[in-house]
């Protein structure tokens, strides 16, 4: 993680705090490099004025602050984030195919320290145990690499890279990813091979697509990506391809999901993503040739 000590911001702290009677005795003030604000204050006495400090630090850097108690500190040191403006609840439903055992689909939701939220749908070559492990394994290597720091596209290319070398026999994967930025409600859209994202919002139905090929099959993945702002009570609906497995033509696929989520009245994530699996299965005639999840989520504005 990339952080920049702010210190004229540390100096206008410590002199605003000890002026106001709030007796700190160092302020350590850290910029991400997504402009993330973090402040940590070692009190010199108890934190009992904790809340007061709390207080004087928004306004005097114009920005909510809320106290990070996922770390335990000293008595006497308290860590302040910014507060995350944007929740998001989800829900997951899928059918495995007709005559398998093992899904040959993953999903995952990951937070990441950076206050994004990334929702994961990945689909592996087939279906059964090797399509499982091939799905499971792009998922699970793209979160270890994000987590120890790296940057999506980077991520992506190392993953495609163990894909490639990894058997002589065609091995692919999907992968779908949304990521939330859960400060700005800026949501980026990558796709590497994966099938259409939908957007609902207030009956009406966005749809976000790339042509690009799963990872695995070349040496070089082109990563491109779709930003948009997400806002109160959207809703996200990511697919595998089974969901539409019974159209051929990419329109025909998405026309059908616009009319399943446009005609849906909830908001509940769970009950959106078992309804549209459902209508998927109605209009497959109940016959499940590939693997089939759908993944729904659902964006909310938090105030305390």
Partial sequence: MEFNFKEQLEEDLLTELNKNKIEVHSVIVLESKEGKHEVTLNFK???KKSKDAIDLVSIILGRKMVKDDSLKMAKNRIRLLEEQKYRVVSGVARLTKEDSMLTGDSHSLMHIKSGQCLLMLSDGMGSGR?????????IEIFEDFIETGFDKETAIKIVNSVLVLKSNEDSFSTLDICALDLYSGVCEFIKIGASSTYIL??????VIKNKSLPMGILSDVEVESTKKRLKDGDILVMVTDGVTDFYDMEPEKESFLVEVLSQYKGVNPQDIADHVLAAAKEKAGGVIKDDMTVMAARVWEYSR
């Fill in 45 to 47: 006495g108890s934190e």
């Fill in 130 to 138: 090797k399509a499982h492990e091939e799905s499971a394994a792009a």
């Fill in 201 to 206: 919002r207030e009956g009406t139905v966005q």
